[in-house]
């Protein structure tokens, strides 16, 4: 649970906070698993903190330092990060629904689980490369054992090892399947659900962190169908 | 416009598109190998469980494309949770939103290391 005297620091605003931090280098902020009332935090240096399961929906992130955070299942509904720095950060199973990460830094957080619907990652390209790595993790998953921790990735380790296995390969294409607009909700999560049963029913893995967007401008390129 | 999107093996990718997406609206033949080794017990399945035997086949033949061991294709058959029923409903949910136009387009881009 979080730390009373933490969350009390944080209830007087962005200013005394990071305050607070410069004061206090050492401290790791522990803020888990609570209603985070403050939604103006813009600037804020939660840098490290523990946010696991915390309640940010809607809030103002806006360029918050928010590098090797644990917001694991961490409710992000709808929260801006733009330009947020987020690298390294923990994002399992959060729910990033609608929030907006406009070029947010997103280097090496793990997204497995995570709920992207209508987030905006436009500008974000790191999060299509980590979503795309967690992918091959995933199947390289009791293949290998691969320390994410590593700075110095090597990826021809991985290809070596993927490449044993019968149908996976470090090859990798991404679906993008085109629904109408508007689209029923009913219809989305019909559809989304078929496209994770039928391609989990391969993989024991559900699909890590599909990225569904709405409205986006149409772009050339691919292979179409339909 | 809106869009769904994930990545996966090339292979896997081509495989699921070919059964899923790319069928909808025309004669589907599964591989030789599902048609020798599983036609008759889908038939079966087909007629107990009044499921529709292309979407069945569609499944199955994914399965066997994606080189699943037999032995593990084979319990989709013996267990009685319903999961291969309902991959073959969710099979069929797709071809429908094909043919209804909710499913507008779909692509595959190839990415590399």
Not at chain 1, 31 to 52: C, P, Q, T, W
Not at chain 1, 183 to 205: F, P, T, W
Not at chain 2, 3 to 14: A, C, M
Not at chain 2, 43 to 56: C, G, Y
């Amino acid at each position: 649970m979080a730390d009373q005297e933490h969350k009390a620091v944080l209830d007087g605003g962005v200013a005394a906070w990071n305050k607070w931090r410069q004061e206090n280098p050492g401290a790791r902020p522990d803020l888990s698993f609570s209603n985070i009332k403050v939604r103006r935090l813009a600037g804020i240096n939660l840098r490290g903190a523990d946010l696991r399961g915390a309640m940010l929906p809607g809030a103002d992130l806006r360029g918050a330092n928010l590098e090797n955070t644990d917001l694991t299942g961490a409710d992000l509904m709808e929260a801006d990060l733009r330009n947020a720095w987020l690298g390294g950060a923990d994002l399992r199973r959060a729910n990033m629904m609608g929030a907006d990460l406009r070029k947010a830094d997103l280097t090496g957080v793990n997204l497995e689980d995570a709920i992207l619907y209508r987030a905006d990652l436009e500008g974000s390209e790191c999060a299509a490369n980590a979503l795309w790595l967690q992918t091959l993790l995933n199947f390289a998953n009791g293949l290998i054992s691969i320390d994410c921790g590593e700075e110095a990735f090597d990826f021809d380790d991985l290809e070596g090892a993927l490449i044993r296995s019968s149908h996976v390969s470090t090859k990798t294409s991404r679906l993008q399947v085109d629904l109408a607009d508007p689209v029923s909700v009913r219809a989305s999560q019909e559809i989304l659900g078929a496209l994770n049963r039928l391609y989990g029913a391969v993989s024991d893995q559900d699909l890590p962190g599909p990225i569904i967007q709405i409205g986006v401008p149409d772009r050339p390129g691919g292979r179409a169908g339909v | 416009m809106n869009r769904i999107s994930f990545s996966g093996s090339s292979e896997v990718i081509r495989d699921f598109v070919d059964r899923f997406l790319e069928s909808a609206g025309t004669r589907f033949d599964p591989l030789q190998e599902t048609i020798d080794k599983y036609r008759d017990t889908l038939l079966e399945i087909a007629s107990q469980k009044r499921i529709d035997l292309r979407q069945l086949e569609k499944v199955v033949d994914f399965l066997v494309a994606c080189d699943m061991p037999e032995d593990e294709i084979e319990r989709f058959f013996s267990s009685n949770d319903g999961r291969l029923e309902n991959l073959a409903c969710d099979a069929g949910i797709l071809e429908s939103y094909i043919e209804d136009g909710t499913i507008e387009n779909f692509s595959i881009l190839d990415e590399s290391l």
